[in-house]
């Protein structure tokens, strides 16, 4: 019985009974009857060192859900292990309930499971499921002298494992079919349940302590009405490699035992896949990495259309899941063509056309024609398709002017119907081009800081130009040379230039892809420049607003600066926004002031910077950052209406208000409600208690007799928004009457 002083702690210390003077040994406790033991649950005083020492013991527990229904209350519990369920289906289930005004009702002093000959009569004989649960509850499972005579001591884990199969298949059992649930001793209806009323439920398995020890912890619900769980997973979904299969895909999941899978073929009827309940026997020790895997096979081409419902433990059925539309296509393409020959011509411009001849053997009922694909490994990442239009099923000519006079692949693609095609073997024509490109025209560089110049030009007309290659001399009527590591076949180069001369000269060359070089481009002169770097800024004074921030530099000290540069970055962003240039001649008076209007962020610094630019294109290092934490509006423009009564027959003062103007937005930002109170005598208020955002009402049982009570509250969201208080509104819990004392 050390079992009960559990159960009698949890439910005192919730309905706050008083202790009585007399207290009761084991075997005292033990003989009572069910209603001796109500009475004394109503009495026992709360020791809470022997509670204390008892929950730190190994028990086995049983786990309970509840599920109010607004009529009636549904309770679902299962022991954790074997070893509490086979005794618990002998010495059955207890079921207790303590209401809110701390009554205590013994609903069912010994649940046991339906005997076996009722089952019989009970449940039809083509149930499978039933007879499955009646196996697992009453099936006669091999014992550990046969075990063990036949496999030695391998025996005890074979024992182990069929009765922890058993276990978990009865479990399931009871998820899936409520009535054989409550055939099994593992769900109740408490339809004596008051709609809108609070209980609080504790079913204990009745094994004596000499046995096993048993815990339980009690569940507490308020009879309104709740729906099951709302089920929306995540479906993927794959075909198979013979392409007439689909398997889906979806997260498992604590809250539902089996599922039911629906297919909709070609915008038909939805049709349930599965004759029984879906199963999956896997256990992961992590349950994010579960996986539901349904295969549906042998299946047609066309369009499928998947939804899938979940049941929970209560064997309720969710709500649809989201369809998934799998389209399976047909993967089989046609036989390849044969390329038999190219012809190549010159036209009127001296351009190569070819001729592109071919042929195929065998003509499929869903072939549809033919695809002609160019690729030259110089000019192309890929494949290109060079017929606009797909060429008839008969074709077997396509001529083309080809884009560079240069050698390259084609190969013909068949294709069907669905757009699965299959290539012929690529051929190559060979082109012999001894045509120089273009030079390259309209040289211009850039020089910047650290002293690199940007060379960019027109590139040379040519189709087949493949790279551009850099020449430098320190003397325009010297020989130019090739600079190592500046061929590109971009119209930009970056080079250094030297330090020890005051010019530098540099010309381009092109080159076709095969191996054509051009003449000389015209004399690129580049002049070195003066790279002192300026002074960077530095920050006056910064402030902010809830609207904006606001800032005021000092400009670089120098004469030849051209333009400033304003950046901002948000703590952890690696790029940052430039917001504005401003030019050096705009400003006014000896100050750089700017106005910025960032979004706000509650935990990261904006970080502020200027870069200034001097007439040559030489820049200043960043100036120092300065950072500022812009929060933006602070306030939420909710009202609250709040007040209070006592209310003598439930001896408490009740707590009621109203909200007005609250944003879905401040909603979405985890907006919830702090009550403070001040008790007549006491300084200031205190914080009592907080409530969630869609409650509308609470009481107030811990305020003394003859004393009253004052009462505020705000709404406050997590990023730190607050509302202003509510009105103060004030109730009094009168002295009780010496009459009513007694």
């Known amino acids: 019985m050390k079992r009960i002083l559990i159960i009698g702690a949890l439910l005192l210390s919730m309905a706050g009974l008083k202790a009585q003077q007399r207290t009761y040994t084991d075997e005292e406790i033990n003989k009572m009857s069910i209603e001796e033991y109500a009475e004394y649950l109503n009495n026992i005083p709360i020791d809470t060192t022997k509670y204390d020492s008892i929950s730190k013991r190994h028990r086995f527990v049983v786990q309970t859900l509840a599920r109010p229904k607004g009529d009636k209350v549904i309770l679902r519990w299962a022991p954790d292990q074997y070893v509490p369920w086979f005794f618990s289906n002998t010495y059955g289930y207890r079921v207790l309930r303590l209401d809110e005004d701390g009554n205590l009702d013994t609903l069912a002093a010994c649940l046991k499971p339906m005997p076996l000959e009722q089952m019989k009569t009970h449940f039809e004989a083509t149930d499978s499921l039933a007879g499955a649960a009646a196996q697992m509850i009453y099936g006669q499972g091999t014992t550990l002298d046969e075990a063990m005579a036949t496999e030695g001591a391998k025996g005890i884990m074979k024992v182990y494992e069929e009765q922890e199969t058993r276990f978990a298949y009865a479990m399931l059992m009871s998820e899936i079919r409520p009535d054989l649930a409550e055939a099994m001793a593992l769900r109740f209806e ?102 539901n895997i349904y295969g549906h096979n042998d299946i047609e081409v066309g369009e499928y259309e998947y939804r899938i419902c979940g049941y929970d433990a209560f064997g309720d059925k969710s709500n649809y899941s989201q369809t998934i539309k799998v389209e399976l296509k047909d993967i089989l393409a046609p036989t390849p063509p044969i390329l038999r020959q190219f012809y190549l011509n ?73 757009g699965n095609y299959t290539t012929s073997l690529p051929a190559e024509v060979h082109i012999a081009d001894e045509t120089a490109p273009s030079a390259p025209t309209n040289l211009k560089y850039r020089v910047s800081p650290n002293g690199m110049v940007t060379i960019t030009w027109s590139p040379s007309p040519e189709d087949d130009v493949y790279q551009y290659q850099l020449y430098a001399a320190n003397n325009p009527k010297k020989d130019f040379l090739p600079m190592k590591g500046k061929t590109v076949s971009d119209t930009l180069i970056v080079d250094t230039i030297s330090g020890t001369n005051q010019f530098s000269y540099y010309r381009l060359k092109a ?115 300065a950072s500022v934490l812009f929060k933006g509006p602070r306030m939420i423009n909710a009202r609250i209406s709040l007040n209070a009564v006592y209310r003598p027959e439930l001896e408490r003062i009740i707590l009621a208000w109203d909200i007005r103007d609250l944003t879905q937005a401040d909603i979405n930002d985890g907006a919830y409600i702090c009550l403070y109170r001040k008790i007549e005598g006491e300084e200031y208020f205190r914080f009592m208690e907080t409530l969630k955002i869609n409650e509308r009402s609470t009481y107030d049982r811990r305020v003394p007799e003859g004393k009253s009570a004052e009462y505020e509250m705000r709404i406050i969201t997590h990023s730190g928004k607050k509302s202003e208080y509510s009105n103060r509104t004030k109730a009094t819990v009168p002295v009780k009457s010496a009459e009513t004392n007694n």
Request: net charge negative; aromatic share 14%.
């Open 346 to 418: 010159k036209d009127e411009n001296g351009d190569y056309v070819v001729d592109i001849l071919w042929t195929k053997a065998d003509f499929e009922p869903d072939f549809v024609g033919y695809d002609i694909y160019y690729y030259h490994p110089k000019v192309h990442d890929n494949w290109m398709k060079i017929n606009e239009q797909r060429l008839a099923p008969t074709d077997t000519l396509y001529s083309y002017k080809l884009p560079i006079n240069m050698s390259a692949h084609i190969a013909i693609a068949a294709v069907d119907t669905i």
């Open 511 to 625: 080159f076709d892809y095969s191996g054509n070089e051009s003449k000389f481009s015209e004399i690129l002169t580049v002049q070195r420049l003066n790279f002192k770097q300026p002074q960077p800024c530095r920050i006056d004074s910064l402030s902010f607003t809830e609207e904006y921030v606001y800032m005021k530099w000092f400009p670089s000290p120098e004469s030849d600066i051209k333009q400033y540069y304003v950046y901002r970055h948000l703590a952890g962003q690696e790029v940052s926004d430039l917001l504005k240039i401003i030019p050096a001649d705009s400003l006014k008076g000896n100050r750089i002031e700017i106005y910025d209007y960032p979004t706000p962020n509650q935990e990261k610094r904006y970080y502020y910077y200027i870069e200034s630019m001097n007439t040559t294109g030489v820049s200043s290092n960043p100036s120092h950052k």
């Open 190 to 291: 408490d339809k004596t349940a008051k709609k809108g009323k609070e209980y609080t439920y504790i079913v204990a398995s009745n094994i004596p302590d000499t046995i096993a020890y048993m815990s339980t912890m009690p569940i507490t619900v308020k009879n309104e009405r709740e729906d099951p769980v709302h089920f929306n997973p995540v479906i993927t979904d794959s075909i198979g490699d013979d392409g007439r299969s689909i398997r889906l895909f979806w997260p498992m999941s604590k809250e539902f035992s089996t599922y039911d899978i629906e297919c909709r073929y070609n915008g038909g009827e939805w049709k349930k896949l599965n004759d029984r309940p879906f199963i999956t026997l896997m256990t992961f020790t992590d349950e994010s990495a579960g996986v």
